[in-house]
T-cell receptor
């Protein structure tokens, strides 16, 4: 089944403790992206990647890192999480320049 | 830069009512246009899309037509059901994806 898989689905962590949210797609998509969704703010793009080793900042990249060493994986790294990074995170991938996104199921992160 | 504007709602309708959610966009070139739906507790799912002017996307009784002259992509459904209650996002893809703020739809029995 074609899908984008994020892990974990839920995570509660403490301020400053490094964490990684994994994202993997099995559709051989070139384009991958991370979003956060917050009430009243809609979807905001954090980082995106056009292909392996090609990443770029989205609208809200501060406090996040990404890497794209393989086509299928696009992990989101929070080196020193803070409470304002409490949010619902979505990974998404897309095949063609005009293709639509396939979204993962989301990761709900709480930083205390 | 590119942008998407949509009515923010919430929109509350009775079952079998007609639905319109307005979406307008600003973009250079010829973006592809999308509607996504997010059901409670789930991720976003592609509902329909259109890739060029005058294309009509349709799925599950929903329709939207790519109108370049009015830069619009309004979502319509002739008869909504309670199961259509969700948040609907209009989006475009030019150089990058741009999403509207989402419209929450509640359908009452």
């Amino acid at each position: 089944e074609a899908q984008v898989t994020q892990n974990p689905r839920y995570l509660i962590t403490v301020t400053g403790k490094k964490l990684t949210v994994t994202c993997s797609q099995n559709m051989n998509h070139e384009y991958m992206s991370w979003y956060r969704q917050d009430p009243g703010l809609g979807l905001r793009q954090i980082y995106y990647s056009m292909n392996v080793e090609v990443t770029d900042k989205g609208d809200v990249p501060e406090g996040y890192k990404v890497s794209r060493k393989e086509k299928r994986n696009f992990p989101l790294i929070l080196e020193s999480p803070s409470p304002n990074q409490t949010s619902l995170y979505f990974c998404a991938s897309s095949a063609r320049p005009n293709g639509g996104y396939t979204f993962g199921s989301g990761t709900r992160l709480t930083v205390v | 830069g590119d942008s998407v504007t949509q009515m923010e709602g919430p929109v509350t309708l009775s079952e079998e009512a007609f639905l319109t959610i307005n979406c307008t966009y600003t973009a250079t070139g010829y973006p592809s246009l999308f509607w996504y739906v997010q059901y409670p507790g789930e991720g976003l799912q592609l509902l329909l899309k259109a890739t060029k002017a005058d294309d009509k996307g349709s799925n599950k009784g929903f329709e939207a037509t790519y109108r370049k002259e009015t830069t619009s992509f309004h979502l319509e459904k002739g008869s909504v059901q309670v199961s259509d209650s969700a948040v609907y996002f209009c989006a475009l893809r030019g150089q990058n994806f741009v999403f509207g703020p989402g419209t929450r739809l509640s359908v009452l029995p």
